[in-house]
């Protein structure tokens, strides 16, 4: 079952994400014991933009998408699936739900940041129909956001994606 997200379940998200992230133990990625989790404050801003979604599986959150829209497109900040559900599709149906929560706001499109390589990353995207995006073809707030990544990040490592909506 999919829902809007509530506040009272920004920690559990929390929760999601980092039993998620040690996916990336062991990988030169993500250094999971310096990394932080999405913010509270992101978070509710996600809800209260209608772009926070959860995924419940035998009554219990699953995992999530978040994001929020930068003028007219709407970006996926994160996505997170809690690895005990994996592999059921829980984490396509959110992406697609996403899809449809950005368009009812008027998005043309829905970009995305993530790793190239492992397979619960581009790979995974790609399969939802995202394209990669050059990094000259950066609109101005996406090039801001890989800025930001530079900062505790391998930018080499991440690609932009997009898909209409």
């Known amino acids: 079952m999919l829902r809007a997200a509530h ?3 920004v920690f559990r998200l929390q929760e999601i994400e980092r039993a998620a992230a040690e996916l990336f133990r062991g990988s030169e990625l993500i250094d999971i014991d310096a990394m932080s989790v999405v ?4 978070h509710v801003h996600s809800i209260e933009q209608d772009l926070s979604i959860v995924a419940e599986v035998e009554g219990r959150v699953a995992g999530f998408v978040m994001g929020e829209m930068h003028f007219d497109d709407a970006y996926l ?3 997170d699936v809690d690895p005990a559900f994996g592999r059921r ?5 959110l992406v697609e739900r ?4 950005a368009k ?3 998005a043309r499109a829905v970009y995305l940041s993530t790793f190239r390589t492992p397979p619960w990353n581009a790979p995974f995207y790609r399969k939802l129909g995202f394209v ?5 073809d950066y609109l101005p707030w996406m090039s801001d956001i890989a800025r930001e990544q530079a900062k505790i990040l391998d ?3 991440r690609v932009f994606m997009r898909v209409g909506v």
């Open 39 to 42: 913010a509270m404050g992101d």
């Open 132 to 136: 990669d995006v050059a990094r000259e």
């Open 77 to 79: 900040h994160e996505l």
């Open 98 to 101: 996403f899809r449809e929560a």
């Open 89 to 93: 599709g829980v984490g396509a149906a």
């Open 104 to 106: 009812a706001k008027g």
């Open 7 to 9: 506040v009272a379940d």
């Open 155 to 157: 930018i080499e490592t």
